[in-house]
């Protein structure tokens, strides 16, 4: 029998792709509880950095597939995107094994 998550209806995801050249981040996906499962589930086993944050998960949403982010949110994405460009798997791993923690 398949367990009820009560969370999953509510859960949101949006997918974003930047390409240099382009003005601003677009929309590649976006869906609604399954759905925002398989879209993270689809980002991890890729290797693509995911970032929780629902106030933003649900803004996106509203937005046409392959539309650009408003202008009003370029500051939170930027800010997301420079996150991912210095965070590296290994060295949080690194850091772990030297604190005593787990991997």
């Keep these: 029998m398949l367990e009820y998550d009560d969370k999953l209806p509510n859960k949101k995801a949006v997918a974003l792709k930047y ?3 382009q003005i601003a981040p ?3 996906a976006s869906g609604m509880g399954r ?3 398989k879209i993270v589930e689809v980002a991890s086993e890729n290797g693509v950095p995911i970032y929780e944050d ?3 998960a649900t803004v996106l949403s509203k ?3 392959g539309a650009e982010i408003p202008e009003e949110i370029y500051k939170v994405v930027v800010d997301i995107y420079l996150y991912f460009l210095k965070f590296s ?3 949080d791993k690194e850091s772990d094994k030297e604190s005593g923690g787990e991997t």
């Design 89 to 91: 798997p290994e060295k």
């Design 63 to 65: 937005l046409e597939l």
């Design 19 to 21: 390409d240099n050249g």
């Design 54 to 56: 629902t106030s933003l």
């Design 35 to 37: 759905l925002a499962e």
């Design 26 to 28: 677009i929309v590649v």
